[in-house]
């Protein structure tokens, strides 16, 4: 899989009292860009939901910060699949400030899994979808 990339901004909202990147608002950005990454294949998460009775939920993050995030940055987030198992995947992440520099603000491992929504245990990912975003058989 490439790279996918999803640009962010940086409100007020997202900032401390010093107009630094809360660092908990970095999983927040990371989320939105696995969401368009799925998006990007035209898979929807509530339609994953209701037609085959899965979600996606994070298993495990590990994450490290570099470089603070200000109020107004405008900043991109960088998504590739680390690895692949048959019921979730390992993402790696990065935000990245967008500016000459490109400098790294943090970076992240995120594993996912794959989970019936009515058991809340671990699924095989459906292949129809394996088909749609990898293009296995």
Sequence with gaps: MSEFSWPVRVYYEDTDSGGVVYYANYLRFMERARTEWLRSF????????SQDGIIFAV????VEFFRPGRFNDRLTVVSTIASRG???LVFA???VRDDDNRET???AEV???CVNAATMKPQAIPPNLITEIFGDR
């Design 105 to 107: 603000l943090c970076v």
């Design 111 to 113: 594993k996912v899994a």
């Design 86 to 88: 048959r019921a979730s």
């Design 42 to 49: 035209g898979v929807e998460q509530d339609k994953l939901l």
């Design 93 to 95: 992440q990065k935000v």
């Design 59 to 62: 298993r495990s993050a590990n």
